[in-house]
């Protein structure tokens, strides 16, 4: 089974950096696609960036030169580095994996998630 438990939110000011780490266990990470989504109040849950088995990544319009995923296979970590905050970044965050190759930053195909951490940018 796989297990994912996300780190790292907090409140931080408009245009601050914070980092979201996800430690993983029970898979073998060359073999999962893996992902960061996030979720506002009243809205739905939304992809944020992912990374290929090949390494490759996806990142969404909103967030295209600020946000940068990566992975360290050899501590089944997978970051998420989020520079030039904004208030409509505040969201809770999720760590996300899929067996097999991504298939675009829906959530639908993500079949494994972490409870979440809680990132609040004020203005």
């Known amino acids: 089974q796989v297990l994912l438990m996300e780190s790292g939110g907090g409140l931080v000011q408009a245009g601050w950096s914070l980092t979201l780490s996800c430690a993983a266990s029970?898979?073998?990470?060359?073999?999962?696609?893996m992902g960061w989504f996030r979720q506002a109040p009243g809205k739905e849950r939304a992809g944020v960036a992912i990374v290929d088995l090949d390494g490759s990544t996806t990142y969404a319009d909103s967030v295209k030169g600020r946000f940068t995923i990566s992975q360290e296979n050899a501590k089944n970590t997978l970051s998420l580095q989020m520079n030039s905050l904004k208030v409509e970044d505040s969201a809770l965050y999720y760590c996300?994996?899929?067996?097999?190759?991504?298939?675009?930053?829906?959530?639908?195909?993500?079949?494994?998630w972490g409870q979440g951490t809680q990132v609040t940018v004020s203005s």
């Open positions: 996300a994996a899929r067996w097999g190759v991504c298939a675009g930053l829906r959530a639908g195909p993500f079949g494994y």
């Open positions: 029970g898979h073998t990470p060359s073999t999962y696609c």
